[in-house]
């Protein structure tokens, strides 16, 4: 596919958190942004969730994992559809579909996100870039996170000029770290970034098994409590924190914490569980070359007061809500994919060693055609 100049194309992701799928368009030319379009959410029914959440951690011959990729292409190819002819003036002329992660094991070389985009460009009669992790991970990256380079792009767009962090609180948290003073994402230096941690997935988890609620709602059943500090310490033991970045983590990497707050009375299990997740993320600064001006928060963690509150005090950093600076955190991760998608047209690296821990430069993704 021969790319020019920008372009409109559409992204979409659905994370670890199970909540729904994201889809935004963006212009771009995968380097620079020229414009946001349109983005919409879909929520997972109930026994859409269900149907995932079986299928989470197997591999590609698990039993559920048939009816958890029909379910996800499903909701996709609904989705998409209605973005695809929203604006006549914001017309896709490419997708990029990230899929549903549901096993990730990069230290053995495999990951797993299913919804077939072979399907999905015969669905939507466009071409569709997908499996985006797969080539970084079989050359010995992390294959995740892979937003950075897209964080980098967003850094540029807003004029940045000083080293700023992007966090994404999703199902698991993650931060790219930006120095914009560099030209290109690629440059020795310019990005630095990694999973922080369990962010909102074991906190959605036990507020779904105790309370038939899928979040806590402004951390407000957090604020009541308080948290547990033999186990916050406990959890900061765990190996991954001594880790040199770049790393990553599987949804379930640390299933033994919500064990560990099944004694704990709802608010205080919360509470801990939201100490861990903020807790998590100052551990992160440690690894940063320069301490930065601000942190940018997206993702549903963001909108949780008693989170970013505990991100303040922990970091003694700048805490912003990252739509205070004219950008969506909710559809970050979508456009994201939009712009990498782009990127493989374009046969632009969309991970490198500092991102990823891969060991040069990498394209990842398959593009199919109708």
């Known amino acids: 596919m021969k790319i020019t100049g920008p372009i409109w194309a559409l992204g979409a992701m ?75 003036q914001q017309v896709p002329t490419l997708i990029g579909f990230h899929g549903q992660t549901l096993a990730h094991d990069p230290d053995n070389q495999r990951t797993h996100q299913i919804g077939d985009g ?49 966090l994404n609180l999703g199902g698991v948290g993650n931060v790219t770290y930006v120095d914009p003073s560099y030209n290109i994402p690629e440059a020795n230096g310019a990005l630095l970034a990694f999973d922080t941690g369990p962010a909102n997935a ?24 308080s948290a547990n500090a033999q186990i916050v310490e406990k959890f900061l033991s765990h190996a991954y924190f001594h880790k040199m970045p770049p790393k990553s983590l599987d ?10 707050v099944e004694q704990l009375t709802d608010a205080d299990a919360a509470a801990t569980l939201s100490e861990c997740c903020a807790a998590s993320v100052a551990r992160a600064m440690e690894h940063f070359p320069k301490k930065p001006e601000r942190i940018l928060v997206c993702g549903g963690g963001r909108r949780n007061p008693h989170i970013m509150a505990r991100l303040a005090t922990l970091t003694r950093v700048q805490i912003d809500n990252i739509d ?41 993704g398959t593009i199919s055609h109708p």
């Open 14 to 88: 659905s994370g670890t958190s199970l909540d729904g799928v994201d889809a935004a368009l963006l212009r771009t030319d995968g380097e620079t942004i020229t414009s946001f379009g349109h983005s919409e959410y879909r929520s997972y029914s109930e026994d859409e969730r269900a149907s995932i959440a079986a299928a989470l951690g197997q591999w590609q011959d698990g039993v559920d994992v048939p009816s958890a990729a029909e379910t996800v292409e499903t909701v996709h190819a609904a989705l998409l559809s209605r973005l695809m002819v929203a604006d006549a």
């Open 118 to 166: 072979a399907l999905l460009a015969e669905l939507l009669q466009c071409p569709v870039v997908w499996d985006f992790r797969s080539a970084d991970v079989q050359l010995g990256g992390q294959g995740a996170p892979l937003a950075p380079f897209f964080h980098f792009a967003c850094a540029k767009y807003l004029s940045l000029k000083t080293p700023t962090v992007f």
């Open 202 to 225: 074991p906190i959605n988890d036990l507020m779904q098994a105790r309370l038939g609620q899928p979040y806590d709602k402004d951390g407000a059943l957090a604020a009541k409590g």
């Open 324 to 364: 205070d600076h004219g950008l969506d955190g909710d559809m970050l991760e979508a456009q994201a994919f939009a712009y990498l998608a782009v990127r493989v047209a374009r046969g632009l690296a969309t991970s490198c060693p500092s991102t990823t821990g891969v060991g040069a430069n990498v394209g990842g």
């Open 251 to 260: 949804r379930d990497d640390f299933v033994q914490l919500s064990a560990q």
